[in-house]
């Protein structure tokens, strides 16, 4: 009966945040999707506590009341205008609660095994009675989902952290990277592996490795997300709110919780289309950005290779041919243009040779003789 009552209720709550999350495309239904993702919040939340496994109800209760007060609270002070920072500071709560349920984890796995090779097996609850039953393939499956929740969510929580910072303007939002660059995020990747690889095998101390990691993902976190500057953060917080998803869904798969995996692939995938959408609308490149801004002033599509100081020489050529035909425009009606022409264009090279840069002086304007008002409109169309 349990099982029964907490799938039905993961299913409809499922469909509820999809309702909310399609409806957020309109401003009509925008407040009719947060009313769905409300009454799916409160009913996953119901099904949590009276399923299967579940216990501890006076500290569940007691995490509940502060987190919905916490939310309430804060939801009330901040402005319409820094929701961004707002945003940015929940995915940093979400990254920070998956390396939490991580090490949890790997913490109650650790306890499980010692306990099964004593057998006392028998005597397991809850999370852990779950964990007694797993063959030797789920529980490297349950490594693997763990190292990954750890690492994303690491990265979450810092990168969220300095996103918020910047947003709030207390950090600086120029871009800044150690000595090295992008071969420090390289670098770190390449260990977090490496470290990895040890965990699977079972060499040495599990939850040694998991500190190092996180440590590591920590790091890249804070350099990737400081090597980005603050206009291109929209897209910051949009990719973060991604990586919070696949954090989400990487737990889910720990606690074996299908509408967390839910959940966190809806996150996870709509988070990572809105900023591939956000990066095309700013002309950004998609991939540079995420991995810390290395060309996110690089111009895409038809405007590749076209720099500010081509487009200059394009118009000076085009003041420079406009002087000409101006000038052989007042030769054609007589010296006097040809001095007005080459005034003019002294005028405009003292303005830096932009277009339109020049104006007749005051009182010339309409007592000019017809032929120099001639040449200085064909030269101004130019």
């Not at 799938?7 to 409809?12: C, D, E, L, M, S």
């Not at 120029?174 to 965990?199: D, E, F, Q, T």
């Not at 967390?260 to 709509?270: D, E, N």
């Not at 000409?324 to 002294?346: I, M, V």
Request: aromatic share 8%; net charge positive.
């Amino acid at each position: 009966m349990e099982y029964g009552f907490t799938t039905a209720a993961y299913v409809v709550a499922s469909v509820l945040f999809i309702l909310s999350l399609g409806g957020l495309s309109g401003q009509e239904s925008a407040k009719r999707a947060i009313w769905y993702g409300i009454v799916g919040m409160g009913l996953a939340v119901v099904a949590t506590l009276f399923g299967p496994g579940a216990g501890n109800w006076l500290l569940s209760l007691i995490m509940i009341a502060i987190g919905g007060t916490g939310g309430w609270l804060v939801a009330k002070r901040v402005q319409m205008t820094e929701m961004p920072q707002l945003v940015a500071a929940m995915h940093s709560l979400v990254g920070l609660a998956a390396v939490f349920v991580g090490f949890n984890a790997q913490i109650e796995l650790s306890r499980v095994l010692r306990l099964r090779a004593e057998g006392f097996e028998a005597e397991l609850t809850g999370f852990a009675a779950l964990l007694a039953h797993k063959t030797g393939p789920e529980i490297a499956m349950l490594k693997i989902e763990v190292f990954l929740g750890i690492f994303i969510g690491a990265v979450t929580f810092t990168g969220s952290v300095v996103a918020f910072g910047k947003l709030a303007g207390r950090v600086d939002g120029k871009p800044k990277k150690l000595p090295g660059g992008h071969m420090l995020n390289a670098g770190a990747l390449a260990l977090s592996l490496l470290i990895g690889v040890l965990y699977f095998t079972g060499v040495g101390p599990a939850v040694f490795w998991l500190i190092l990691v996180t440590l590591l993902a920590f790091f890249i976190g804070y350099h990737l997300i400081m090597g980005i500057g603050g206009a291109d953060m929209p897209v910051v917080v949009s990719m973060l709110n991604s990586y919070s998803g696949w954090a989400a869904a990487m737990i889910g798969f720990t606690l074996s919780n299908d509408l967390l995996i839910v959940t966190g692939a809806l996150v996870g995938s709509s988070g990572a289309i809105l900023s591939y959408i956000m990066c095309k609308a700013m002309n950004r490149n998609f991939v540079s950005v995420i991995l810390g801004g290395s060309a996110e002033n690089r111009p895409r599509g038809r405007d590749r290779g076209r720099t500010d100081r081509h487009r200059c020489g394009r118009r000076g050529v085009r003041a420079e041919r406009g002087g000409q035909r101006g000038h052989r425009a007042g030769l054609r009606h007589g010296g006097g243009a040809g001095t007005g022409c080459r005034q003019r264009t002294d005028a405009q090279a003292a303005h830096g040779g932009q277009d339109g840069a020049f104006r007749d002086p005051p009182g010339r304007g309409a007592s000019a003789r017809p032929h120099e008002r001639a040449a200085g409109r064909g030269q101004g169309a130019l």
